[in-house]
């Protein structure tokens, strides 16, 4: 029975790091989705947390469209980060907020959030 309940622990772990490893936005987002931003977080190792936050901090849409669902539930470090990644999102399009502006005001919408 013990090895059972390790087998379900790890297997659920790693569903949620494999979430943000090679994952699309959509398979994070769905993972938030079901278990919650909480959660998710808590599954999630600090490297796991830093390849989100970098992806995040890429400036891409799809992956800054995530912070507002984590920033509901984070809280210190994970706050913290969260507000770095979307300050690096914001720099990382500047160079194409003139052509596109609704990108920068993901961004800042976002932030405002967290």
């Not at 398979?27 to 490297?47: H, K, T």
């Not at 970098?54 to 469209?65: C, P, S």
């Not at 300050?87 to 990382?92: F, G, K, Q």
């Amino acid at each position: 029975m013990k090895k059972l309940l390790a087998v379900m622990i790890l297997v659920c772990a790693s569903g949620a790091v494999g979430a943000v490893q090679g994952n699309t936005p959509a398979e994070v987002s769905a993972a938030i989705g079901r278990q919650g931003a909480g959660a998710f977080l808590r599954s999630l190792d600090e490297a796991a947390v830093d390849r989100l936050f970098e992806r995040i901090g890429t400036g891409r849409a799809d992956w800054v469209a995530l912070a507002p669902k984590l920033a509901v539930a984070a809280d210190g470090a994970n706050a913290e980060g969260l507000g770095i990644a979307l300050a690096y999102a914001l720099h990382a399009v500047s160079a194409v907020t003139t052509a596109n502006p609704h990108i920068k005001a993901r961004c800042l919408d976002a932030l405002r959030k967290s």
